[in-house]
């Protein structure tokens, strides 16, 4: 009965991406803020690895780990804005199921590889901090480069594995994603096969890359406040504390909203709160990014001032 059915059913070569509602004078408004975050956000963060290439002061592994986080962001967002900015413009929402695929693969990898580098940068971090004294010999560029270099196998390795599953599945109920972009489970939804095994797969996939790095984030600032809050004096304590604020600002916000969006059951959230959500670490964190650590951490914000001072001499 069942089978009959499915093949009743047309397949879909095209998905449309339902985006934020359907107000005509919405639209031309969210593309001009999108269209000012994404130059801003490019900018902002390719001008962030320039500085981080060019000032010999900021070769560190933090700042390393840095860049790349800034060069990734950078990635990040050009596999979600320039889809979203173009069918803003143009009204047309049409999707191809490849182009779907293309873009969760992209997407996928790089969203991945920036929750490991994170962690990699709060490893980085829990070292300075608390193991201060063995810190030149734990992480040094070797170490740094393993780290990079890990991040991106690892989540090369489960994308590829994920995106090799969904490829089997084909998809016959009514192409409308309602979602900005293509993400896997709005895409699971579509699906006509049984889903329960990809399902199952994914949860397990976001509990490693995300809940498992989240946790040793978090185990990583336990011990590096309870560090500082033991430094004597006020003064040192605050520069200890203002080497990671910024990174701690970055990575509440980016944590908070990833598991709120992937492991938060999604039947129980309305589908408008889990796309604000989503807008918050796809587009928001690598805004936010530059900006953070431009305006709080000491060395960037010299480094900023000096290569300002010397466009202006030129
Ligand atoms: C990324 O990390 C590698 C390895 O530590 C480093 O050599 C490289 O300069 C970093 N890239 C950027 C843009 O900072």
């Known amino acids: 009965m069942e089978k009959a059915e499915r093949r009743n059913q047309t397949i879909i070569m095209e998905f449309i991406l339902l985006g934020f509602g359907n107000g005509p004078e919405l639209q031309p408004l969210l593309f001009l803020l999108f269209l000012v975050i994404y130059l801003v956000t490019v900018a902002g963060n390719i001008l962030v690895v320039l500085l981080i290439v060019t000032d010999k002061h900021l070769h560190t592994p933090m700042y390393y780990l840095l860049g790349?986080?800034?060069w990734l962001e950078t990635c990040l967002i050009s596999t979600l804005l320039p889809k979203l900015l173009a069918s803003l413009l143009t009204g047309d929402r049409t999707i191809s199921v490849k182009g779907c695929m293309v873009q969760l693969y992209?997407?996928?990898?790089?969203?991945?590889?920036?929750?490991?580098?994170?962690t990699a940068m709060s490893y980085?971090?829990?070292?300075?901090?608390?193991?201060?004294l063995r810190y030149p010999v734990l992480m040094?560029?070797?170490?740094?480069?393993?780290?990079?270099?890990?991040?991106?196998?690892?989540?090369?390795?489960?994308?590829?594995?994920?995106?090799?599953?969904?490829l089997q599945s084909t998809f016959c109920r009514s192409g409308e994603i309602d979602h900005?972009?293509?993400?896997?489970?709005?895409?699971?939804?579509?699906?006509?096969?049984?889903?329960?095994?990809l399902k199952l797969l994914t949860f397990i996939i976001a509990i490693m890359w995300t809940l498992v790095?989240?946790?040793?984030?978090?185990?990583?600032?336990?011990?590096?406040?309870?560090?500082?809050?033991?430094?004597?004096?006020?003064?040192?304590?605050?520069?200890?504390?203002?080497?990671?604020?910024s990174h701690l600002i970055m990575l509440t916000i980016f944590y908070v909203t990833v598991t709120t969006?992937?492991?938060?059951?999604?039947a129980n959230t309305p589908k408008i709160l889990s796309k604000v959500f989503s807008v918050f670490y796809t587009v928001l964190t690598p805004l936010l990014n530059?900006?953070?650590?431009?305006?709080?951490?000491?060395?960037?914000?010299?480094?900023?001032?000096?290569?300002?001072?010397?466009?202006?001499?030129?």
Do not use: H
Not at 106 to 118: H, R, V
Not at 214 to 223: F, V
């Open 68 to 70: 790349n986080l800034s």
């Open 106 to 118: 992209f997407f996928g990898i790089m969203s991945t590889a920036e929750s490991l580098l994170l």
């Open 124 to 132: 980085d971090r829990y070292l300075a901090i608390c193991q201060p």
């Open 140 to 166: 040094n560029g070797r170490v740094c480069c393993q780290l990079v270099a890990g991040s991106w196998m690892s989540s090369l390795t489960t994308c590829t594995t994920g995106m090799v599953l969904l």
């Open 180 to 197: 900005f972009f293509c993400d896997f489970s709005p895409m699971l939804e579509l699906s006509c096969d049984d889903s329960q095994t």
């Open 213 to 245: 790095p989240c946790l040793l984030t978090l185990a990583s600032y336990t011990c590096i406040i309870s560090n500082i809050l033991k430094i004597p004096s006020t003064s040192g304590r605050k520069k200890a504390f203002s080497t990671c604020s």
């Open 261 to 266: 969006v992937y492991m938060v059951p999604t």
């Open 290 to 314: 530059p900006i953070v650590y431009c305006l709080r951490n000491k060395e960037v914000n010299e480094s900023l001032k000096k290569l300002i001072f010397k466009l202006v001499a030129f």
